[in-house]
């Protein structure tokens, strides 16, 4: 059974760069079934895709968000990471990471890390 | 406004049925791509429910079931209980945005 676990600092200040990482556990990352993805709630609201990797390195991106994210892969330490740059009050959010199989369902998820934007 | 439609809200007393519909467009569920639907207890991370429309993942009890017919999509709980009480998201792909989409959620209260 996989596990994913999300981990990263809880507090961002207002212009700087959010890092987050998903550490993969009871499977391989480098799994060719597998796309890796990144996906945000707000306080109180709906779930926004945030983008996915390949192990290979490949990325997709929301487009809301292209120009602002990058997710990347460590495939020797079995994990990935998100870095979204410029944030601002609005980026605060929980942050998850999944995994799916292609296009298709989440099939796994990690707990979710608050994440609030803030001097 | 998210790329899937769904109800804010449903209702329904324990034992009853309710559905929650999802509705898409020419470049997600008219292009053939599948509906995905998760439920959210709160405090805690989406659980997958359904997938590839119809499909119950071991463990999920047979009072859930899914469809979808054209650009439109539904979850349908039977025999409700005090434990569906959640948030619910309907989600697939999206071609015109080549990224994965989800419904705003429906929150299911238990009367």
């Known amino acids: 059974q996989v596990q994913l676990q999300e981990s990263g600092p809880g507090l961002v200040k207002p212009s700087q760069t959010l890092s987050l990482t998903c550490i993969v556990s009871g499977g391989s990352i480098r799994s060719g079934s597998y796309f890796w993805h990144w996906i945000r709630q707000h306080p109180g609201k709906g779930l926004e895709w945030i983008g996915n990797i390949y192990y290979s390195g490949s990325t997709y991106y929301n487009p809301s968000l292209k120009s602002r994210v990058t997710i990347s892969v460590d495939t020797s330490k079995n994990q990935f990471s998100l870095k979204l740059r410029s944030v601002t009050a609005a980026d605060t959010a929980v942050y998850y990471c999944a995994r799916a199989t292609g296009a298709a369902s989440l099939d796994d998820w990690g707990q979710g890390t608050l994440v609030t934007v803030s001097s | 406004q998210s790329v899937l439609t769904q109800p804010p809200s449903v209702s329904g007393a324990p034992g009853q049925r309710v559905t929650i519909s999802c509705t898409g467009s020419?470049?997600?569920?008219?292009?053939?791509?599948?509906v995905h639907w998760y439920q959210q207890l709160p405090g805690t991370a989406p659980k997958l429910l359904i997938f590839d429309n119809n499909i119950r993942p071991s463990g999920v009890p047979d009072r859930f079931s899914g469809s979808k017919s054209g650009t439109s999509a539904s979850l349908a709980i039977t025999g409700l209980q005090a434990e569906d009480e959640a948030d619910y998201y309907c989600q697939s792909y999206d071609n015109s945005l080549s990224g994965v989409v989800f419904g705003g959620g429906t929150k299911l209260t238990v009367l």
């Open positions: 020419s470049s997600n569920f008219g292009a053939n791509y599948d």
